[in-house]
């Protein structure tokens, strides 16, 4: 399936749990790209902010991903690393549970489904498995989340890109579109792209 050009920039709203903005800067990298996000939510009363730079290779792949936040649990940090061989480390700790892991996939963004929608070759109907080092807003707690995706028929009279999505770890199971650039337009209960 072939994508157009990443914009420069997008926003998405989000709702449900967490109700604020992300805006994300694209930018072109000797090997892939470099995202920068933003993320300021309040989520059970509490306000929070994330600001991400995550690094992925032409594969689309994460090579690295820096995260910061800032809540009442104070300031926080913290830098997730997948080598060549597929080894990630955490603040430099190698973390064995996450092999095979090929993103990160960030609770405080939309925009981290990007990946593994671009890498997406599957046949329309077949699942892929794409586990991912997901990490936790606003604290940074990071656990293997293992996830699916379905590419589904498209409609001849649109430009969505539509893919069923499932995160059992949290019983999340839903229909995401996404647009001809690979960005989610729609994930019912999480976010609404804006631009």
């Known amino acids: 399936m072939a994508f157009v050009p990443l ?5 998405w ?9 992300e805006s994300v800067v694209f930018r072109e990298a000797a090997s892939g790209y470099v995202i ?3 993320t300021a939510a309040v989520e059970d009363g509490e306000p929070w902010a994330v600001h991400y730079t995550l690094d992925v290779d032409d594969e ?3 090579q690295q991903c820096f995260v910061r936040s800032w809540s009442a649990l104070g300031a926080l940090e913290t830098l997730v690393t997948r080598d060549p061989a597929g080894h990630w480390r955490v603040d430099g700790v190698l973390v064995p549970e996450l092999e095979g892991c090929l993103d990160v996939d960030l609770e405080a963004s939309a925009c981290t489904n990007l990946l ?16 991912a080092a997901y990490v936790h807003a606003p604290g940074l707690e990071i656990e293997r989340l293992e996830q699916t995706y379905v ?7 649109d430009d969505v890109v539509r893919f069923e999505y499932r995160a ?12 001809a650039d690979g960005l989610v337009v729609e994930y019912p ?4 792209r804006l631009v």
Do not use: M, S
Not at 13 to 21: E, K, L, N, Y
Not at 189 to 192: E, L, P, R
């Open 60 to 62: 689309w792949c994460t």
């Open 116 to 131: 593994p929608v671009r890498r997406a070759r599957a046949a329309v109907g077949k699942p892929t498995d794409a586990p």
């Open 168 to 179: 059992p770890r949290f019983g999340y199971d839903d229909e995401l579109e996404f647009g």
């Open 13 to 21: 709203r989000h709702v449900g749990a967490q109700d604020g903005f």
């Open 36 to 38: 920068d996000g933003h």
């Open 151 to 157: 590419r589904l028929a498209r409609n001849d009279d």
């Open 7 to 11: 914009p420069h920039t997008a926003a």
């Open 189 to 192: 209960g999480i976010a609404t």
